[in-house]
């Protein structure tokens, strides 16, 4: 079996390979350092964009150390090398001033930073794609190893990359929420996935401050320097580009999938926190605060916060939270509210119940030692409490007691090599549970796959195990499936 054959063959999933395909990429110092042990000269292939990786150069020497596959892309034309402003930097075919460092090209200037019109964008000189020798290297290394080895397209950039590298980020959402044409002309050359992701992103901007402004278009400012800040309709802003962009019914799925995220949970901006920041600042509420705090947000980032809390706190907040009840949706707001101001978040939604299933969310997704010191702060203070708890929790053996059809439903919705992971501490009765609802094909490939599967952190198969297990809520919670609460709960 060659690396060609070797390749196909686990990426098609039509038999066992004799071994595990490999690829990898090597920094220019090793790529020296190797070449000369091996004597093995290192032809490099200066990529159109390049960011220090070398996935298309030293192809000789990488298939000679155990490559499987040899990466080609396009490269510089015949004739033509990078303007050198000074040691160490370059300017890109795009126009980027940009520095080596230290594992990947730095853009230093953005040569389309003070554009503001869509002609501004049309008139810049991009690079042609089909000049010539742009692809030579590429042609080359693909007839001489074709035959041998998997050939693999390296795309450097796509476009929404290349968007905010020509205009810097915070300028290219700034214009994205400013124009509706600048934004349509802009969607009209993105997948549905990106305009989704883009399109959730600027629905969140309620209102760009003067300092925003400055950085991202210094005429602007001058509109609008006697402004304290400028309020933004982003609802029907976002509505009107994605429907100039897309045909009706693909612009109302997308539209459909904005407004689903944004009313999944409340304060869902605590998503785009970072969690020492966020849990810093809750750190030094009243536990009672805390625990109002921790009821109403994403339950993965109360557990990430949770965790994080001192030790003597964590039992008292779980209490808290387990007894705090149905909240009013004008207090949720104010808390919202509270935090907003405090993180510069954005605007969430209200009306979520505390009580003992927002605790049990939570708890379903610390690590095991917080689990064990809340669950014994709660067994002594309410053991009735804790049996509740017990009862109400949901772990991944549990799903030895659902129903086959369920299973089935589940497994559909798992990736692979996380099913393969979570099954590394399960029971039998667990993995013959799996097997039972996995085709022969595809249960004997699993087998295959858990006895190669190597040492594993007991933190990576515990999150695995929830993974698996939020993926059955959440098709629970869609009506797609029921669960038991338990072992002892399966229906029948």
């Known amino acids: 079996m060659n690396s060609r054959e070797r390749v196909l063959t686990t990426f098609k999933r039509t038999g066992l390979p004799d071994r595990v395909p490999v690829q990898f990429d090597?920094?220019?110092?090793?790529?020296?350092?190797?070449?000369?042990?091996?004597?093995?000269?290192?032809?490099?292939?200066?990529?159109?964009?390049?960011?220090?990786?070398?996935?298309?150069?030293?192809?000789?020497?990488?298939?000679?150390?155990?490559?499987?596959?040899?990466?080609?892309?396009?490269?510089?034309?015949?004739?033509?090398?990078?303007?050198?402003?000074?040691?160490?930097?370059?300017?890109?075919?795009?126009?980027?001033?940009?520095?080596?460092?230290?594992?990947?090209?730095?853009?230093?200037?953005?040569?389309?930073?003070?554009?503001?019109?869509?002609?501004?964008?049309?008139?810049?000189?991009?690079?042609?794609?089909?000049a010539e020798g742009r692809f030579e290297d590429a042609r080359m290394d693909t007839e001489k190893y074709k035959e041998d080895y998997a050939i693999i397209g390296d795309v450097e950039w796509g476009l929404f990359e290349m968007s905010w590298s020509l205009v810097g980020m915070e300028k290219f959402m700034f214009d994205m929420s400013m124009g509706e044409d600048y934004a349509t002309h802009a969607f009209e050359n993105m997948n549905e996935r990106e305009i989704s992701n883009v399109a959730f992103e600027m629905s969140l901007i309620n209102s760009i401050t003067p300092e925003m402004l400055k950085q991202a278009s210094l005429d602007f400012v001058g509109k609008f320097e006697g402004e304290s800040r400028m309020m933004i309709e982003s609802d029907s802003f976002i509505k009107n580009v994605v429907k100039k962009t897309l045909k009706s019914q693909d612009a109302d799925a997308v539209l459909d999938d904005i407004e689903k995220k944004k009313q999944e949970q409340p304060f869902i901006w605590s998503k785009n926190i970072n969690i020492g920041i966020l849990a810093g600042y809750v750190e030094g509420e009243h536990p009672q605060t805390i625990a109002m705090i921790l009821a109403h947000m994403p339950s993965e980032i109360s557990s990430e916060i949770l965790m994080s809390l001192p030790d003597d706190q964590k039992g008292d907040i779980s209490m808290r939270i387990a007894g705090l009840g149905q909240i009013s949706e004008d207090v949720v707001r104010d808390i919202d509210e509270a935090l907003k101001h405090e993180l510069s978040g954005a605007v969430g939604l209200g009306g979520k119940a505390g009580g003992l299933q927002v605790l049990v969310d939570i708890i379903n997704g610390v690590d095991k030692t917080t689990e064990d010191m809340v669950m014994e702060f709660v067994e002594e203070d309410n053991p009735e409490m804790a049996n509740d708890i017990r009862n109400l929790m949901f772990v991944f053996e549990d799903l030895t007691g659902i129903d086959d059809n369920a299973m089935r439903e589940i497994l559909k919705n798992v990736e692979s090599r996380q099913l393969t992971c979570a099954l590394k501490t399960a029971t039998d009765e667990m993995k013959e549970k799996i097997y039972s609802n996995l085709s022969k094909r595809a249960g004997e490939m699993l087998k295959d796959d858990l006895d190669v599967m190597g040492p594993v952190r007991l933190v990576e198969v515990e999150e695995a195990q929830q993974a698996v297990v939020r993926v059955a809520k959440d098709l629970e919670d869609d009506g797609a499936i029921t669960l038991g609460k338990g072992k002892d709960d399966v229906l029948v």
């Not at 159109?48 to 892309?73: H, K, P, Q, W």
């Not at 460092?101 to 040569?111: S, V, W």
């Open 26 to 130: 090597l920094c220019r110092s090793l790529l020296d350092a190797f070449g000369e042990k091996y004597d093995i000269p290192v032809h490099y292939s200066t990529s159109y964009f390049e960011d220090l990786t070398y996935r298309i150069s030293a192809n000789e020497l990488r298939t000679a150390m155990g490559s499987d596959c040899v990466i080609v892309g396009g490269g510089l034309p015949s004739g033509y090398s990078h303007p050198i402003p000074q040691e160490g930097q370059i300017i890109n075919e795009f126009g980027l001033r940009m520095e080596e460092g230290p594992l990947y090209m730095q853009t230093l200037e953005a040569p389309l930073r003070n554009a503001s019109s869509v002609q501004d964008v049309r008139s810049h000189p991009f690079p042609d794609p089909y």
